[in-house]
């Protein structure tokens, strides 16, 4: 118990209030230095989210992303990666990466999140993550391979990587286009961090458009 209070601790606190304010560099957002690399295209905007299973914001931020995902201009090229502050939280990036693998993100990533907040499975331990996924109708075998692979393997060696490169200490964060990362821990709400992603990606349109 005292471990995972710890592990949780590292979750950012995102319900905090805060008065609004006007969209400033080191307030709302901060400068990734050096700046990342991103996978977007000529034209594109690239937004990741860093996330944890076990994380309760990352748990109750999800009805609201998804709904402002549905949203996106289609410019923009959103994806989830799993942040690796510890060793611990390599066994749920493997999850993620091995349901990725095999296509099967859309259908049980919030299914992942809620078997663990609200059933309290310990889908931690891969042995039960196999089992619980077999039970949702994957099959065990072709997960279990997965979850093994070297493909997944390497994905989460990058998250490892991304995770530092960006300077996170805690989840639910978002990275714009390889430049800048914000969180409800830095602008204070939910709904504050979706209004200065909104600013950031109509800023990184405008630029583009003007080259």
């Not at 230095?33 to 991103?38: A, D, E, I, K």
């Not at 000529?42 to 990741?48: N, R």
């Not at 993550?129 to 692979?149: I, T």
Request: charged share 20%.
């Amino acid at each position: 118990m005292k471990t995972l209070l710890v592990a949780l601790s590292l979750c950012l606190p995102l319900f905090l209030a805060a008065p609004a304010q006007a969209l400033d560099a080191g307030i709302d957002y901060l400068a990734v230095s050096p700046t990342q690399g991103t996978q977007a295209k000529a034209g594109q905007v690239e937004v990741l989210e860093f996330f944890w299973y076990r994380c309760p914001h990352c748990y109750h931020l999800e009805p609201e992303l998804n709904a402002w995902m549905k949203k996106l201009p289609k410019e923009v090229v959103f994806k989830r990666v799993p942040g690796i502050l510890n060793e611990k939280w390599i066994p749920l990036a493997k999850a993620y990466y091995a349901l990725e693998s095999l296509g099967l993100v859309d259908k049980l990533h919030g299914e992942v999140f809620h078997a663990i907040h609200q059933k309290d499975i310990d889908l931690n331990t891969p042995s039960v993550f196999f089992d619980w996924a077999a039970k949702k109708g994957v099959d065990r075998a072709k997960l279990e391979a997965a979850y093994h692979s070297f493909g997944v393997s390497s994905s989460v060696m990058q998250a490892q990587q991304m995770t530092k490169a960006y300077g996170l200490s805690g989840v639910p964060a978002f990275a714009v286009q390889g430049k800048y990362t914000t969180s409800a821990y830095i602008t204070g709400s939910n709904a504050k961090t979706f209004e200065v992603l909104d600013a950031l990606i109509a800023q990184e349109r405008k630029g583009k458009a003007k080259r």
